[in-house]
Structure formats: C-alpha cells, structure tokens
C-alpha cells in the first residue's frame, strides 16, 4: 500500500504538467475528493454501519467472515450510497426509545404492584401479632373422659 501510494505520488509529480498528469489528477484526487464531498452525515454513517458489520463478521467467523463480508460488501456499499439511511436510522432510534418509556411504565406499574402486595403482607403479620398479644379468659379444665358421670344407680346394680 506504501509502496503504491510512493508510485502515485511520483506519478502525479512528474507527469504534472502533460496529458498523463491531468488524467491522472482526474482519477486519484478530484473524484475521489467530488466523492467525498458529497457524502451526508447519514451516508457516512451507513458507511461505517458497513464496516462494524465486517468487522463483526471477521470476528465471529474469522476466515468465512472475510469471504462472506466481501461478497457483501459492494451490495451493502450500494444499497447504502443510494438511499439516504438516516432516514431508517431515525426509524430504529425512535422504536428504541419508544420501548424504553414502554418498560419503563411497566416497570412503574410491577413497583406499585409489589409494593401493594408487600403492604398487606406485612398487614397481616402484624395482624397475626396483635392477635398473638391478646389474653384469652382462663377455661374451666375437661374431664379427661368423653363419657358424662354414671348415675349413682349403676353402683348398686
């Protein structure tokens, strides 16, 4: 890459001045820079959408990542330079948020619902100790048998 860029550079030097010179100024710098020039900030950003998915792709499946992302490449590069995707990514930042205030009110509504629950949870322990604190009237004790006295006839029979 160096050494191509050495070579270039020689070669704009030299041939500046001829036909050569001015083709070659032609190709390596201004379109390269009317290319640059024209790209938004939603292009950019596609552009480097484009490249955290390679580099992504490299990462997670090493050798068949390199394969796979450049047979994607141009497609993506394309598809990219072509649409202004800013307009999806306003898209999928508004359906983030969207779901973030959506959990958030579900988170609300489960705090208030646990915080019912526990209230009358603790409701009924201090019910269970007030009613534990109460003195009961003193009973009068059972006799140990279930049957009523025997009548005083039955002794003498």
Do not use: H, N
């Amino acid at each position: 890459m160096l050494l191509l860029s050495v070579l270039i550079i020689l070669g704009l030097t030299l041939a500046d001045d001829g036909v050569v010179g001015a083709a070659l100024r032609e190709w390596l710098v201004e379109m390269p820079a009317r290319f640059l020039a024209g790209l938004s900030r939603g292009r950019t950003s596609g552009l480097c959408l484009v490249a955290l998915v390679g580099v992504a792709a490299v990462m997670l499946f090493e050798t068949e990542g390199v394969r796979l992302f450049s047979m994607a490449a141009p497609d993506m590069v394309a598809w990219v330079l072509m649409f202004d995707v800013t307009v999806i990514f306003d898209i999928v930042v508004l359906a983030v948020s969207l779901r973030a205030v959506a959990g958030w009110r579900d988170l609300i509504r489960r705090r208030d619902l646990m915080q019912g629950l526990a209230r009358r949870l603790i409701g009924r322990i201090k019910g269970v100790r007030s009613r534990g604190r109460r003195v009961s009237k003193p009973r009068s004790p059972r006799s140990l048998s279930s049957d009523p006295e025997p009548d005083p006839a039955y002794a003498f029979v």
